[in-house]
């Protein structure tokens, strides 16, 4: 990293210079561009996937989103590898912490994304200018321990980080790319460019002791010497290559197979394999192919690109279900879902005041409809990571969300009392935008920690313990419904029982899930790590759900708790999940070092605390309510 901080100040320097001479971006058809591109193969964080899910991965870094405004997240990497002065002058950058931009001296540019939540919007140009005039702060809160950072301290160096692997990644291609000028005409003919002037840095590599050569005696010459034309050129060449060899750290395109095991092997970016070595004709032919493809993409020749990606393509043997993956990609199903979720609460809404029966009718309809397209995108995912479908944190609020739903849903199917359809639609949605803040988790189909990597085990312990999860919620909304029912009192005693039966029975579904999750989990911890149980806080979070649910229904079986007081005891469950879920990461602890998140702590204190209060202020009204007088309990007395 200290590396990194001496180089930007030249990477820095040089882009607001060329910066002063950026045009608009042209009309490219960046679009088909795109098209052809996405089916090339990239290898990321271990995973093989196509290059569609690459640039998604790297947009929400950058942007918090997978798709920008005008430009998908491949037509948008497109641009950054092929034409990147343009892309650099692209608002990608996006940040919401005020005191970050007003220590970048920036000016607020206010945007707002569809929560509604307010965004600032900076191109890299303008990062990279800004955080260059802070750099030194930048190096003394590098050499700070993290524990003394300031939040603001932080996200500064995060952002200093994302420009560098923006800048890095742009610099993909450029080993490849015509772009080192030969000024002299005679130097062009002794390095054999047979009247073109211009090289890439592959053919420099052919040619290095030859250029070597000519550096070596142009260090011996005088100052007048060096002056002359042909010396010139010589000396702006090395220029140039300097400049190349600071993006030989630009390695995160890793799109060039091993020849062997490229399910395992470690894949390898352009730079990489033109650190001088000598090729293989296996490492020959990939690097000519790559080099095709790159030269015709700059051209705009989108049939070139298809033919070289399928030649590459053919020469993977490797499992990697690219149509799939884009099929998953294009469809964005949970966003669909939660569509319809929202859908079906509207029309429920809308059905207590006119057209009843076929609003009705229309919601049940969406719920379904947006519960097939969420499993849909479950199991699309099981088939492209070949493992059961939870494994990051992300995809546990994804799943349990699905949980919630159908469990609303099957009561809906049941009992037909609107209700269960109200809290399918409710719950499914607010799960959806947790799940949305959480994507950069796993949305974009990571690989496992080495501690999850047992298919077994994520499909019995883990599915099982998210299964409870969801039980557990449902039940803790139908519990919110039946002290509201019961505080309005709008309807019968009879339907205050059927509300109250629904909630007893999913506890009882909710402790049978939870209680044998934690139990499958103590096994797989005591073949992982050699102990059944060692305290570790996500066991106690899991724990503490059983524990919270066995306490109110034995309450209830053993008399010790009436209606309200169990409901009131249920409705607080929640809670009890929330911190099993979210809060214990906050601990830092164990030996769970997955799902950590340093941002969930003021929203999870104020769920919390919500709920407590709520919990208690209409528990309090209802006993209030109910509480027969005095006067009509000494009448009943006498």
Not at 92 to 99: D, G, K, W
Not at 474 to 494: C, D, M, Q, T
Not at 536 to 541: L, Q, S, T, Y
Not at 574 to 579: D, E, G, K, R
Request: charged share 20%; aromatic share 12%; hydrophobic share 45%.
């Amino acid at each position: 990293m200290k590396i990194w901080i001496r180089n930007f100040t030249v990477i820095a320097t040089s882009l607001v210079l060329v910066s002063s001479g950026l045009g608009q971006s042209s009309n490219r058809d960046l679009s088909s561009l795109a098209e052809a591109f996405k089916p090339l193969v990239i290898q990321q964080d271990g995973r093989l996937k196509p290059f569609d899910t690459f640039a998604r991965a790297n947009l929400l870094v950058f942007n918090q989103k997978t798709k920008l405004v005008d430009i998908s997240a491949s037509e948008w990497l497109v641009e950054l590898l092929l034409y990147p002065r343009e892309a650099y002058r692209r608002p990608v950058f996006r940040e919401r912490n005020v005191e970050v931009i007003q220590a970048l001296g920036l000016e607020i540019d206010k945007k707002k994304d569809s929560s509604d939540r307010e965004y600032h919007h900076y191109s890299f140009l303008q990062l990279s200018e800004a955080l260059n005039n802070i750099l030194d702060d930048i190096r003394a809160f590098a050499s700070k321990p993290r524990e003394e950072l300031s939040p603001t301290e932080v996200a500064l160096i995060t952002l200093y980080q994302k420009t560098l692997s923006y800048y890095s990644l742009s610099r993909s291609f450029s080993g490849l790319t015509f772009d080192i000028e030969i000024s002299d005409e005679q130097l062009a003919s002794d390095l054999g460019l047979e009247g073109r002037s211009t090289m890439n840095y592959l053919q420099i590599l052919e040619l290095r002791e030859t250029i070597a050569e000519k550096i070596e005696a142009i260090s011996g010459m005088s100052s007048e010497e060096r002056q002359e034309p042909y010396s010139m050129a010589v000396l702006y060449l090395t220029t140039q290559l300097q400049d190349k060899i600071r993006d030989t750290s630009s390695v995160s395109l890793k799109i060039i197979p091993t020849e062997n095991d490229q399910d395992t092997s470690a894949w390898m970016s352009p730079w990489e394999l033109l650190d001088g070595r000598t090729f293989s004709d296996w490492e020959k032919e990939r690097i000519d192919n790559i080099q095709t493809m790159a030269l015709a993409a700059k051209r705009g020749d989108t049939s070139a690109v298809e033919e070289q990606i399928s030649l590459i393509s053919d020469q993977i043997d490797a499992r990697v279900p690219v149509e799939l993956e884009l099929f998953y990609n294009k469809g964005n199903f949970f966003k669909r879902s939660i569509t319809f979720y929202i859908l079906s609460c509207i029309a429920l809404w809308f059905s207590f005041a006119f057209w009843p029966k076929w609003l009705y009718r229309i919601s049940l309809g969406s719920a379904i409809i947006g519960l097939v397209l969420h499993t849909i995108g479950i199991v699309i995912r099981c088939l492209i990571m070949a493992r059961p479908p939870i494994a990051t944190l992300y995809e546990s609020v994804i799943f349990v969300g699905g949980i919630v739903v159908l469990c609303g849903v099957l009561v809906e199917w049941k009992r037909k009392d609107i209700l269960g359809l109200f809290l399918a639609g409710v719950g499914g949605t607010i799960l959806h935008f947790v799940g949305f803040s959480y994507a950069a988790d796993g949305d974009t189909l990571g690989m496992l920690v080495a501690v999850l990597n047992s298919n077994f085990w994520l499909a019995t312990h883990v599915v099982t313990i998210n299964i409870g999860y969801g039980a557990a919620l449902i039940a803790g909304l139908f519990a919110h419904a039946y002290l509201i029912v019961r505080l309005v009192n709008r309807a019968s005693k009879e339907r205050i029982k059927e509300i109250f039966s629904v909630c007893f029975g999913l506890t009882i579904v909710a402790i049978f899930f939870t209680a044998l999750g934690t139990i499958l989990g103590g096994i797989w911890g005591d073949q992982s790590w050699g102990r059944f149980w060692g305290w570790d806080p996500k066991e106690n979070g899991a724990l503490l759900i059983v524990l919270w649910l066995l306490i109110v229904l034995h309450g209830r079986l053993a008399g010790i708790l009436k209606e309200l007081g169990f409901t009131a005891g249920l409705a607080l469950t929640p809670i009890t999940v929330a911190l099993a879920w979210f809060g214990v990461n906050l601990l830092q602890v164990g030996l769970h070092s997955y799902g950590f998140d340093d941002g969930v702590a003021t929203n999870l204190f104020l769920f919390c605390g919500g709920e407590t209060v709520f919990v208690i202020l209409i528990t309090t009204f209802i006993y209030l309510k109910e509480k027969p007088s005095s006067k009509a309990a000494a009448k009943s007395a006498a």
